[in-house]
């Protein structure tokens, strides 16, 4: 199970985004992810007549590495650090380490 999965909300703790929120668009293999409107670059696009392609200069999310955010929690406004606990039920389940609060339903 992963800390951090496709759709959390995540607030970055380092680098030049430091303090924006976005939701995690892509995980990566080597330990990246793609967080939404966050980490932008600036990417030149060769145009290309026959598909109706325009080129120029477009706006588009890097990669950032998964130790510089935090998941956001939505109770204390604030990034959380994020645990694992077992239900009742036997299953699996993250928490914030915070408050104890459950992450999945």
Known sequence: ??????GDEVIVIA???KGQRGNVL???DDGRLLVENVNMVKKHVKGNPRSGE????TDQEAPIQIS?????NPHTQKGDRVGFKTLEDDRKVRY???NGEVVDI
């Open 54 to 57: 325009t080129g120029g200069i």
């Open 68 to 72: 510089n955010v935090m998941l956001f």
């Open 96 to 98: 914030f380490k915070s």
């Open 26 to 28: 892509k995980r990566l």
């Open 1 to 6: 199970m992963q800390k951090i999965k496709k």
């Open 15 to 17: 680098g030049r985004s």
